[in-house]
Nanobody, 112 residues
Framework: QAQLVESGGGLVQAGGSLRLSCVASGSIFMINIMGWYRQAPGKQRELVASITSGGSTNYADSVKGRFTISRDNDKNTVSLQMNSLKSEDTSVYYC??????WGSGTQVTVSS
Protein backbone atom coordinates (compact mmCIF):
# COMPACT_ATOMS: atom_id res chain seq x y z
CA GLN A 1 0.00 0.00 0.00
CA ALA A 2 1.38 3.38 -1.04
CA GLN A 3 1.76 6.12 1.51
CA LEU A 4 2.68 9.79 1.27
CA VAL A 5 3.61 11.60 4.47
CA GLU A 6 3.94 15.37 4.56
CA SER A 7 5.76 17.47 7.13
CA GLY A 8 6.81 21.06 7.65
CA GLY A 9 3.56 22.98 7.87
CA GLY A 10 2.88 25.53 10.55
CA LEU A 11 2.17 29.13 11.40
CA VAL A 12 4.31 31.90 9.94
CA GLN A 13 4.04 35.65 9.57
CA ALA A 14 3.52 37.23 6.18
CA GLY A 15 6.84 37.58 4.39
CA GLY A 16 8.26 34.54 6.12
CA SER A 17 9.28 31.14 4.81
CA LEU A 18 8.37 27.51 5.30
CA ARG A 19 9.63 24.30 3.78
CA LEU A 20 7.31 21.36 3.19
CA SER A 21 8.57 17.84 2.67
CA CYS A 22 6.89 14.65 1.53
CA VAL A 23 8.12 11.08 1.58
CA ALA A 24 6.55 8.40 -0.59
CA SER A 25 6.75 4.78 0.50
CA GLY A 26 5.09 1.46 -0.11
CA SER A 27 3.90 -0.07 -3.34
CA ILE A 28 4.60 2.74 -5.76
CA PHE A 29 6.49 1.09 -8.56
CA MET A 30 7.74 4.17 -10.35
CA ILE A 31 6.99 7.76 -9.52
CA ASN A 32 6.98 9.97 -12.58
CA ILE A 33 5.44 13.18 -11.38
CA MET A 34 5.19 14.53 -7.85
CA GLY A 35 3.45 17.66 -6.83
CA TRP A 36 1.96 19.88 -4.18
CA TYR A 37 -1.66 20.95 -4.15
CA ARG A 38 -3.51 23.16 -1.72
CA GLN A 39 -7.07 23.63 -0.66
CA ALA A 40 -8.43 26.53 1.33
CA PRO A 41 -11.82 26.36 3.07
CA GLY A 42 -14.66 26.66 0.58
CA LYS A 43 -12.34 26.47 -2.41
CA GLN A 44 -11.34 23.78 -4.85
CA ARG A 45 -8.05 21.98 -4.53
CA GLU A 46 -5.50 23.59 -6.83
CA LEU A 47 -2.08 22.70 -8.14
CA VAL A 48 0.73 24.66 -6.54
CA ALA A 49 3.74 23.06 -8.20
CA SER A 50 4.79 19.80 -9.80
CA ILE A 51 8.03 18.18 -10.87
CA THR A 52 8.76 15.22 -13.11
CA SER A 53 11.40 12.58 -12.53
CA GLY A 54 13.48 14.41 -15.13
CA GLY A 55 13.28 17.65 -13.21
CA SER A 56 10.76 19.58 -15.31
CA THR A 57 8.74 21.90 -13.12
CA ASN A 58 5.40 23.62 -13.32
CA TYR A 59 4.10 26.34 -11.01
CA ALA A 60 0.83 28.09 -10.43
CA ASP A 61 1.08 31.73 -11.49
CA SER A 62 0.30 32.84 -7.95
CA VAL A 63 3.48 31.25 -6.55
CA LYS A 64 5.98 31.76 -9.36
CA GLY A 65 9.12 33.41 -8.10
CA ARG A 66 8.26 32.66 -4.46
CA PHE A 67 8.02 28.86 -4.26
CA THR A 68 10.52 26.27 -5.40
CA ILE A 69 9.81 22.57 -5.80
CA SER A 70 12.54 19.95 -5.71
CA ARG A 71 12.80 16.20 -5.41
CA ASP A 72 15.15 13.36 -4.64
CA ASN A 73 14.32 10.46 -6.92
CA ASP A 74 16.43 7.98 -4.97
CA LYS A 75 14.63 8.77 -1.73
CA ASN A 76 11.17 9.32 -3.26
CA THR A 77 10.91 12.69 -1.60
CA VAL A 78 9.60 16.02 -2.81
CA SER A 79 10.00 19.39 -1.10
CA LEU A 80 8.43 22.79 -1.47
CA GLN A 81 10.38 25.84 -0.35
CA MET A 82 7.94 28.67 0.21
CA ASN A 83 9.30 32.20 0.56
CA SER A 84 7.64 35.59 0.80
CA LEU A 85 4.51 33.96 2.11
CA LYS A 86 1.23 35.83 1.90
CA SER A 87 -2.00 35.45 3.84
CA GLU A 88 -3.63 34.04 0.70
CA ASP A 89 -1.20 31.12 0.82
CA THR A 90 -3.00 29.86 3.91
CA SER A 91 -4.31 26.39 3.04
CA VAL A 92 -3.96 22.72 3.66
CA TYR A 93 -1.15 21.53 1.42
CA TYR A 94 -1.26 18.03 -0.04
CA CYS A 95 1.49 15.95 -1.57
CA UNK A 96 0.63 14.00 -4.70
CA UNK A 97 2.40 11.28 -6.68
CA UNK A 98 1.56 10.23 -10.22
CA UNK A 99 -1.66 12.24 -10.09
CA UNK A 100 -3.09 9.36 -8.08
CA UNK A 101 -1.68 9.01 -4.59
CA TRP A 102 -2.37 11.64 -1.93
CA GLY A 103 -0.99 12.52 1.43
CA SER A 104 -3.26 13.51 4.30
CA GLY A 105 -2.23 17.15 4.14
CA THR A 106 -0.38 19.66 6.28
CA GLN A 107 -1.75 23.02 7.41
CA VAL A 108 0.04 26.21 6.43
CA THR A 109 -1.22 29.37 8.09
CA VAL A 110 0.19 32.79 7.19
CA SER A 111 -0.71 35.60 9.54
CA SER A 112 -0.85 39.16 8.25
Amino acid sequence: QAQLVESGGGLVQAGGSLRLSCVASGSIFMINIMGWYRQAPGKQRELVASITSGGSTNYADSVKGRFTISRDNDKNTVSLQMNSLKSEDTSVYYCNANNWYWGSGTQVTVSS
